[in-house]
Structures are given as C-alpha cells and as structure tokens.
C-alpha cells in the first residue's frame, strides 16, 4: 500500500476504506526495518503501543462511522515524538545516556492531547542530547543522517523528528525548538517546520532545556497539517503557567511582509538568500506587499542566546542527580557539560551582572526590534539556516562554529514570537532550501495563511525522500 | 583573549557537581574561553535606561485553586519506579551527616 503523505488523503482513504490502521502501522513499521538502520531516526520503536491503539481506533471507526472524524479530528495520524516528551510506559532518554532506561511515570501534555485526538504514537526520535546541538550529531544514541543526502547532517536538535517526516517513517512528528530546534532541521530536511508563540502550547512533560525559550512545535509535510495540529497542542493545561488561553486572530486585509536587511549579511550561502528573495517575489506575485524593514539588535542575538540558555540550562539539569531516576552526573556527554559549565560560569557571583543581566536587557532591544517591525508589517521572511544542510563531522569539534548555526533562528526565541519553516526547492546538490516566516505574538493564523498560500501559488507537492 | 582560568574552570566543575578529568580541563577552558571572548560583544550594546527581564509573556502570578487532582498524582510504586535504591517506599541518598 502507499502510506499517505497528508492527514486529508490518511481521512479520504480511510473513508473509502483502501486500508485499516492496523495495516498502515504494519506499512510504516516495514519502512523503518528497511531504510531506519542508515538513517537512524529513532531510539525507540513502539510497536505495541502502535498496534493496540490502532485496533482501538479501527473498532471506533467501524462503530462511529463519519463521526470518528468529528471525534479524532486526527484520527489514525501516525506521529514521531522527539525523545524529551515523556510517554508513560515508553522509554525517554533525551537522547542522553543519563535516562538511557528511563521509562515514565506520566505522559506529557501535548502527548496526551495528541492521543485523545487520534494520534498514534510509533516511536520516539533521536535528536541531540537534551536537545543541545545544530546537527544531531550530539546525541549518545548515534548521529541520524539527512535522507536526502546520507552524508550530510539533518540540523538539530530535533534530527530524529525531521528525518522521520522527510523518510515517510511518520505522518508527523513533534519537537521542541529553544533556538531554532525545530525551525532549523525542518529547513535541512525540506518538511515544514512549526515554532509556537512562547506561552501558546504546554511545556508540561517536556524535558526542559531554557525554559525562558522553550517551545513545543512539530513537523509535518504541508502547512495545513501543522495548523490541524497546533489547534490540538495548544491551549492551557493548568500545568505550564506562562500557557493561557488566547485568540489566535484571523489574517484580515492587505497583508505586508517585511524583509529585514540584517538578515542578507555576510556568511550567508548566495543560494540561500537568493532562495529567500525568490520566495518573497512568489507572495509579491500573490498581491502581498513586500518592504524592507530593519531588525538593528539582530547582530547581538546569537550572545544573548548563549547566555541565557545555558543559564537556564545549568539550572534545569541540575535536577539530574541519578537519586530519583536516571543515572549519575558523570553520564553527562560533553556538550551538556560544555553548557552547564558555561551557564554556572554566567551565573556565578563576579559575573552575573556583566553576562546574564546584560543578556536580558540586550533581549529587550531585540524585543523592540520586533514589535517596531510589526507595526509596519504582519510578517517577517527569512533565511532559516545560513547554509544548506553541511556534511557530517563538518562543525563537530568546533563548538562556537556549530552555535553560529543558529543566528537566524534564536532571535524568534529570544523574543517570543511565533516562526513557521517552509520548505521550497532543492540546490544542485539535491539538498533542500526554504525560508521562514515569523509573526508578532499570537499570529499563527497569520503564518499558516501565508504558507498556505505559498504552497497553492508554487503548487507545492508534499515530497518524501528517495532512500 | 577573555582567558577562565584553570583555577575557574575547576570552581564552575565544583559548584555544578560535574567530574572533569585533567584532559577535559584543558579542553572547558580553551572551548569556554572561546565563547565568552565573543559574547563579550554585548558590552558594545547601549543599555543604559534599560530594565532586565527574566521572562516575556507579561503575565503575573498564574494560581490555581490549592486543591489536590487524584488524577494527577503518582501513585508510591509510580513515583519510585525510576530507581532501583530504595528502602521501604523511600529513595535511598548517600548519608551526608557523620555520626
């Protein structure tokens, strides 16, 4: 059987009854037997989770009818949760080795969400250890490589989770993005890629990282499936308190996108910005109004970013003693180290006021860049990463080379605000090129009009890598 | 060259409870030394009437009402299910009293 590639064509064979669930999963689980040893896409398979859920899902489906759509507005929709969204009874290792047999006691709140909606959860994804990386290549689960391109890396953290998307190996899969995490390997592995508005959707159950930055995205093939899904994830939970129930308005009127000139700078690939330029003509075409627009503080964000977050960092994995659960401190790999070492070193007395505390004042020059922006335009486009996908082992041992990775991506982080990776063409060597598109706080509706609209004017095909 | 010290890096390794071997020293202090020189570029940015902030949606206090959700509690055996020390339904911690 074809897998289906969008959760509309997954509903319209089901509601023709080309395949049961139970069979779909059997199609994935056979795919990722076959092509998942060279990709390395996932930690840990679910197969007997799949398997039981989709006969559930199978016998809702004989006995409601139609109306099980109405009921699992994602019904059957196979999703790849990167490995720090804790599952009850399922592994979750944070791809580290300190919860390398760490199997939860509770499922986290976007888990469950997506669960109650219909979802069946496969498996769980690499991604760098507590999603610390640009590359994938910090995990202690082994490195997972680009299935366009198996010699190049599939961006990071969450690598697994835009592998398993590009591979077909999931309909969809969650990440988390603290600096790009989600933004970055969608752009390297040509899926769509979904940041939320700070605040919009539920850390709870989430292996933290900078909880001033988190966020709690997914991937998917086209812009319409990540809409379909974040009107699941957010919303208050009661258990993540920067989460409240907020209006997600509506696009209305001319819209204008802004094009930040601090963006094109040097260090930037030629195709990559040349790639952006073409996109913004493509809404350009489509009656958007196009406008330079200026970002100044940009130049500062990548240092901001790194002192916050391994500030916030150092504190968030200090909880890892190996008393409660997991194992001791030494199973720390070195980027972890690296970044508890450097957020102590932020934080410590002597230094706090001339790092950290500067670093949050220079966030708020960012900020204002933002919403000066937004007064003139509705939305931002932008290169996402700097270069195409780069070769394994290119940046590894160059710690400072790999956070430059990063620099357009962290301010959205820093400030808050929503951003949406769209995938657009391919460069010669067959590696994916795309852009970002970011909005004020809360504009989401906003972001998934435009790249809907994108996809209609390129007629955009979702793609699933050849492997 | 923003230079941490050897010294430094031993007092950070100490205060964030990580074991650092002579080799991973020398390497912390070059990799360390290395980012701080370049987010040392913040001293160029003006800040001077701004306030700092620790976090960014503006919302104030969140509460809930103090009640206890069964639904959300672990149960004994749930709650140690992530460690093989322990001793009649508690975790078991290296003593750190001396007789």
Known sequence: ?467 | MTNITKQQIIHIAKLAKLKVSEKEIAKFQEQLSNIIEYVSELDKADTKNVKPISQITGLLDTKREDLINKKDCLTLEEALSGTENTHNGYFKVSAILEK
Request: with cysteine; proline share 4%.
């Open chain 1, 1 to 467: 059987m074809d897998i289906p590639l969008t959760i509309n064509s997954l509903h319209k064979d089901l509601k023709e009854k080309k395949y049961s669930l139970v069979e779909l999963i059997d199609s994935y689980l056979q795919r990722i037997k076959s092509f998942d040893k060279e990709i390395n896409s996932f930690i840990t398979i679910s197969d007997d989770y799949a398997f039981k859920k989709a006969k559930e899902l199978d016998s809702s489906l004989k006995e409601l009818g139609k109306d099980a759509f109405q009921k699992y507005p994602l019904l059957g929709a196979v999703v790849a949760h990167k490995d720090l969204f804790l599952t009850k009874g399922i592994r979750t290792t944070a791809a580290s080795n300190v919860l390398k047999s760490y199997i939860p006691a509770y499922s986290g709140t976007v888990v469950k969400k997506l669960e109650k909606a219909g979802a069946i959860v496969i498996g769980k994804t690499n991604c760098d250890a507590w999603a610390h990386g640009a590359s994938g290549e910090n995990s202690d689960f082994g490195y997972s490589r680009n299935p366009w391109n198996k010699e190049y890396v599939p961006g990071g953290s969450s690598s697994g989770s835009a592998c398993s998307v590009a591979s077909n190996f999931s309909m969809f899969a969650t990440g988390t993005d603290t600096g790009g995490s989600v933004r970055q390997p969608a752009n390297l592995t040509g899926v769509v890629g979904f940041k939320p508005t700070y605040g919009a959707v539920s850390r709870y159950g989430v292996i933290a990282m900078a909880s001033s930055l988190d966020s709690v995205g997914h991937f998917t093939r086209v812009v319409e499936d990540s809409k379909k899904i974040f009107e699941i994830t957010r919303g208050e939970d009661g258990k993540d308190s920067t989460v409240k129930n907020n209006n997600f308005p509506k696009p209305n009127g001319k819209l204008r996108i802004g094009i930040p000139k601090e963006y094109f700078i040097e260090g930037i690939e030629k195709e990559v910005s040349e790639e952006v330029k073409r996109s913004a003509k493509v809404f350009e075409n489509e009656g958007i109004e196009l406008k330079e627009i200026s970002l100044p503080n940009t130049k500062y964000a990548i240092s901001v970013y790194y002192i916050i977050q391994p500030a916030e960092v150092s504190s968030n994995l200090s909880r890892f003693d190996g008393i409660r659960y997991g194992n001791s401190r030494n199973s720390f790999g070195d980027e972890a180290k690296r970044r508890i070492m450097l957020g102590t070193y932020v934080l410590s007395a002597g230094y706090y006021d001339a790092y950290y505390l500067k670093a949050t004042k220079v966030r708020i020059k960012i900020i204002e860049d933002f919403e000066k922006a937004f007064k003139e335009v509705d939305a931002i486009i932008a290169p996402v990463s700097p270069t195409p996908a780069f070769k394994i082992g290119e940046k590894a041992s160059d710690p400072l080379k790999m956070y430059l990775a990063d620099i357009f991506t962290v301010a959205a982080n820093i400030a808050g605000i929503p951003g949406l990776a769209i995938p657009s063409s391919f460069n010669k060597k067959e590696l994916p090129l795309g852009f970002q598109l970011l909005g004020p706080k809360f504009s989401e509706e906003t972001l998934f009009f435009l790249g809907e609209k994108f996809e209609k004017a390129t007629s955009y095909k979702p793609k699933v890598a050849k492997l």
